[in-house]
């Protein structure tokens, strides 16, 4: 769902779907920071489901100490994933917080049973909800720096359009073919019919 044609209502992204890491990036689109505040954070935890851990899952609190956790996150990723798309190493301050978020709550297993499933080895983190919030992203951009793909991430060449995304078609070139896609088609249609001036 995008910002363009999303209901009323309750918050919405606007591109998700992609790696966790360029999900999170995209919550800083051209308009605003639509994790600014404790119940951004929540809508799109709640727009993850799934994709985090338990205690995301399990509705966690979330106040400013987690949404300042996970936007420092956000801020390393991005200047990381920008240069490792380009071929270039990352900022090592980005390097030294995405480190530090994923030392402050490290994952450990914990073994369950389930009549469904038997025997399992579930991660889990400890620790504040905030810590442990920025320790899962910050695994996910890890995996993301250190995927051969991140080198096929793209930015939108829709006009104003900041949104990353790894295209599945090599030849996808916008973040929403129904939004970013048709406002450059409007504009080739525009400039090829627009009457000449005399």
């Given at each position: 769902?995008?910002?363009?044609?999303a209901?009323?209502?309750?918050?919405?992204?606007?591109?998700?779907?992609?790696?966790?890491?360029?999900?999170?990036?995209?919550?800083?689109?051209?308009?605003?920071?639509?994790i600014?505040?404790?119940?951004?954070?929540?809508a799109?935890?709640?727009?993850?489901?799934?994709?985090?851990?338990?205690?995301?899952?399990?509705?966690?609190?979330?106040?400013?100490?987690?949404?300042?956790?996970?936007r420092?996150?956000?801020?390393a990723?991005r200047?990381?994933?920008?240069a490792?798309?380009?071929?270039?190493?990352?900022?090592?301050?980005?390097v030294?917080?995405?480190?530090?978020?994923?030392?402050?709550?490290?994952?450990?297993?914990?073994?369950?049973?389930t009549?469904?499933?038997g025997?399992?080895?579930?991660?889990?983190?400890?620790?504040?909800?905030?810590?442990w919030l920025?320790?899962e992203?910050a695994?996910a951009?890890?995996e993301?720096?250190?995927d051969?793909r991140?080198a096929?991430?793209?930015?939108?060449?829709?006009?104003?359009?900041?949104?990353?995304?790894?295209p599945?078609?090599?030849?996808r070139?916008w973040?929403a073919?129904?939004?970013?896609?048709?406002r450059?088609?409007?504009?080739?249609?525009?400039?090829?019919?627009?009457p000449?001036?005399?």
């Amino acid at each position: 769902m995008t910002v363009h044609d999303a209901p009323s209502g309750p918050r919405c992204f606007p591109l998700l779907g992609e790696p966790l890491a360029l999900d999170l990036v995209n919550t800083l689109p051209a308009e605003g920071d639509l994790i600014a505040d404790p119940a951004g954070l929540r809508a799109w935890l709640a727009a993850q489901a799934g994709r985090l851990g338990p205690g995301a899952e399990a509705g966690a609190e979330v106040g400013a100490a987690e949404v300042a956790a996970v936007r420092a996150v956000r801020e390393a990723a991005r200047a990381a994933i920008e240069a490792v798309r380009s071929g270039e190493r990352p900022p090592a301050g980005a390097v030294r917080e995405l480190n530090g978020a994923m030392r402050a709550a490290p994952v450990h297993r914990e073994l369950a049973w389930t009549d469904a499933e038997g025997l399992t080895a579930v991660p889990r983190r400890t620790g504040p909800a905030g810590r442990w919030l920025a320790a899962e992203l910050a695994d996910a951009v890890a995996e993301l720096l250190t995927d051969p793909r991140v080198a096929q991430v793209r930015r939108c060449e829709g006009p104003g359009c900041v949104l990353l995304f790894l295209p599945a078609n090599p030849r996808r070139r916008w973040c929403a073919a129904g939004v970013c896609g048709n406002r450059a088609r409007v504009a080739r249609h525009y400039a090829r019919h627009k009457p000449s001036a005399h």
